[in-house]
């Protein structure tokens, strides 16, 4: 047999009834994770006092002033049983050593023929860039670095605005300003400078590790967010609700992330079609994996199946690091948060621990990628991290796991199985499905329907759930509505969505070129 009779008689078939296999899943998938969301949005109960676990909402910062004060507010305006919980926010002095280094850039900016927005980013926030590249470019050659010098001293560090915050007159859950030094290392590195400062967060409330550690939970959001009202009693309804159950304290509870809050517009033409087809995916994802997954993971705990049954239907949880509470004792026996991504390396790491996760029935909205720098930036990032799960089964080797080696293995291997589809298969079932017909007729009916379900079909519905899911976030009385604008062009969003796979593969192959050829990327802030 030849080789191209066995690409079109063994490998298309394969493809094929894989591709329409993983579109029912993830449309199925989509479809129950968001409507058990939207039902159990009129059934959550109040927290009482005495039963309420102790919460931290940690909310690490780098270069937010945009959204500073607006997060803050969000936050300690959440409702939860009064002294049981705190906010803290992080700011690093990274930013002002960053500052500094910027601020000797700026003669050789002033100087350039044009100033674009792209150069004036991490100076700026990126929402700002456009309208300072203006202004510096409208102003006369000899005074453009004195305009320029003189917006950029004028600019507010974060650490500026939140001590304002702290020492003004506050309401709602009390607020915590913590300051990192300039340690190097990412968001990880203030989630754990924030760890060693627990007793001044927690302790004026009479707050001991010693005594409460058992039932505190540390909360770790992005800067941009915005939560619904019910969050904190959202997640001590799942604490109590899965400790009744199994007689264990979960070591995980994930909120819903949704990307809808659409602050800025994508831009314009074929680039800004594609980031809005990442956005889609990014929901996609959310419902139909992230959730999905811990839901799994959860009905698997509950249920009687034999072990070696488990053991192939358990998913590795992909956590997320906003919105993500973990069981203080889990994360002290992982030794604090790890790097380079707080969310996919501490999920990985508990899942091969065997460790309990549990769903927060409650939302919380980020916003999505509008700029394809940031985005790549944030996939080459999660491949790194997601790559080696052997190194995260390394590092928690020391450990007690309920799992047993084999279970452990499978997971590894699953993992390893789902980076090796990230990487090649969207070339690979592009070339599938374009061959099908010379297969079969039967396989090329299999491979439309696949890309169909796959593609224009889930993406039509999750445009229609968008609506509906952005609706039932009620932020706390202290903030605005969240921002939503009307979907643009939904006919070619959908019309584009078999498209979008080879959106995720820029980052990793950027990445991978890079090592290769012996260049040193740096990933920086995955800023939105």
Not at 44 to 56: I, Q, T
Not at 192 to 202: I, P, S, T, Y
Not at 212 to 230: E, M, R
Request: net charge positive.
């Amino acid at each position: 047999m030849s080789a191209l009779d066995v690409w079109l008689n063994v490998v298309v078939p394969i493809l094929v009834t894989g591709l329409l296999a993983r579109a029912v899943w993830a449309a199925l998938a989509v479809e129950a994770s968001a409507q058990w969301l939207l039902s159990a949005a009129v059934r959550r109960r109040p927290a009482e006092d005495g039963e309420a676990p102790w919460l931290v909402v940690l909310l690490p910062m780098l270069r937010e002033q945009a959204v500073a004060a607006q997060s803050i507010a969000a936050f300690t305006g959440l409702d939860y049983p009064t002294g049981r919980a705190a906010v803290a926010v992080i700011t690093t002095e990274r930013e002002h050593t960053t500052r500094a280094q910027h601020r000797r850039r700026l003669p050789e900016l002033a100087a350039l023929p044009t100033l674009t927005a792209s150069r004036l980013r991490g100076l700026f926030h990126a929402a700002r860039c456009p309208a300072v590249a203006d202004t510096v470019n409208t102003a006369p050659p000899d005074e453009r670095l004195a305009v320029l010098a003189e917006r950029f001293d004028a600019e507010p560090s974060t650490a500026d605005i939140v001590t304002a915050l702290t020492t003004g007159p506050t309401s709602g859950l009390p607020l915590v300003h913590l300051h990192q030094p300039d340690v190097g290392g990412r968001k990880p590195g203030q989630l754990n400078f924030a760890l060693d400062c627990l007793r001044d967060v927690l302790g004026p409330l009479g707050w001991r590790e010693d005594a409460h550690a058992h039932d505190t939970f540390i909360l770790v959001y992005d800067a941009d967010a915005v939560p619904g009202a019910a969050t904190l009693t959202a997640f001590a309804d799942a604490a109590v609700a899965h400790q009744t159950r199994t007689g264990r304290v979960p070591a995980l509870i994930q909120q819903q992330r949704l990307p809808l809050l659409i602050r800025r517009p994508f831009p314009r033409g074929m680039a800004g079609l594609l980031l809005a087809e990442e956005w889609v995916y990014q929901l996609r994802r959310s419902l139909g994996i992230e959730l999905a997954r811990v839901r799994l993971h959860r009905w698997l705990t509950y249920s009687r199946l034999p072990e070696p049954v488990r053991m192939w239907l358990r998913p590795m949880v992909y956590a997320v690091g906003c919105g993500m509470a973990v069981h203080l004792p889990a994360l002290r026996r992982l030794g604090g948060f790890p790097e380079p991504m707080e969310d996919v390396c501490t999920g990985h790491r508990l899942s091969l621990l065997g460790a309990d996760f549990a769903p927060s029935t409650a939302l919380v909205l980020d916003e999505p990628y509008t700029d394809a720098a940031g985005l790549t930036n944030l996939h080459a990032l999660a491949f790194t991290s997601s790559a080696r799960p052997d190194l995260h089964a390394r590092g928690v080797a020391h450990l007690p796991s309920a799992l047993p080696r084999l279970a452990r293995a499978a997971l590894i291997l699953r993992e390893w199985a789902d980076e090796a589809a990230w990487l090649v298969g969207a070339p690979l079932l592009t070339a599938a499905v374009a061959s099908s017909w010379c297969a079969a007729p039967l396989w090329a009916g299999l491979a439309a329907a696949g890309v169909l379900l796959h593609g224009p079909i889930t993406t039509a519905r999750l445009l229609a759930l968008a609506p509906a899911l952005h609706h039932s976030v009620i932020p706390p009385a202290a903030t605005e509505p969240p921002p939503r604008t009307a979907r643009a062009h939904p006919i070619a969003l959908v019309a584009a969505s078999p498209l979008q796979p080879f959106v995720r593969l820029a980052g990793p192959w950027r990445l991978i070129w890079a090592k290769a050829t012996g260049r040193r990327l740096s990933f920086g802030k995955t800023e939105r």
